[in-house]
């Protein structure tokens, strides 16, 4: 399978945690985005690359968020001190420029 | 910023008709409008989209309509089949502006057998 692919499908972690995801794009895809989906919302845009440059990260959520795509391929969302309400599905997606972006299956991330 | 509002949130068909749900947006400049298929614990799929320089896209039972002056676009999907059921999203862009999607809050359609 070529798709998207994320890493973990499923985190638990205690409130005040610092947690890592990564993603894996489609590989001819210079573009990646990641979102954020809550229970019963449609995704919100976090941020993008374009090969390793970060051309968009005004809307990180706030300043516990970052992430790295350091070598142009996969790329990685950290959230420091995790909160409770930093539980969702994080979404990471692909394109090739500005053309059709791929999601893949997402990482769900629970706080306690 | 982008305004994306779905309606309706939950939609109920018998299998065999039609279902219709509807996206407004508010930024003029958009020009770029995909929708995507929700399965339960699975990422959205892209189903169909459509640019704005075209009023109409088909393929098979999914079609979608854009009209750019009232600035709504609509998914239409004929002759349902309860595979169909999912959550729908409409999304809307600016394609050559980091093409950040803005989602709709996503419909959920039910498809009796």
């Known amino acids: 399978d070529t798709g998207v692919s994320q890493d973990p499908r499923h985190k638990i972690t205690k409130r005040g945690q610092n947690v890592t995801f990564r993603c894996d794009p489609i590989s001819e895809h210079n573009r990646l985005y990641w979102y954020r989906q809550t229970l019963g919302q449609g995704p919100e845009f976090l941020t993008y690359f374009q090969n390793e440059a970060q051309l968009e990260k005004s809307r990180l959520l706030s300043d516990r968020f970052s992430a790295e795509r350091p070598k142009g391929s996969f790329s990685t969302l950290e959230i420091q001190r995790t909160e409770q309400g930093d539980s969702a599905m994080y979404l990471c997606a692909s394109s090739r420029y500005n053309y059709e972006q791929y999601f893949g299956p997402g990482t769900r991330l629970t706080v306690t | 910023g982008e305004n994306v509002e779905q309606h309706p949130s939950t939609l109920s068909v018998q299998e065999g008709d039609s279902a219709v749900i509807k996206c407004t947006y508010s930024d003029s400049a958009s020009n770029y409008f995909p929708w995507y298929k929700q399965e339960l614990g699975k990422g959205p799929q892209l189903i169909i989209d459509?640019?704005?320089?075209?009023g109409e896209k088909k393929d098979q039972r999914i079609a979608v309509t854009l009209n750019k002056t009232a600035k709504h676009f609509s998914l239409h999907i004929t002759e349902t089949q309860p595979e169909d059921s999912a959550v729908y999203f409409c999304?809307?862009?600016?394609?050559?502006?980091?093409?950040?999607?803005?989602f709709g809050g996503g419909t959920r359609l039910m498809v009796k057998p």
């Open positions: 459509i640019r704005s320089n075209v």
């Open positions: 999304a809307a862009s600016i394609h050559n502006a980091g093409n950040m999607l803005t």
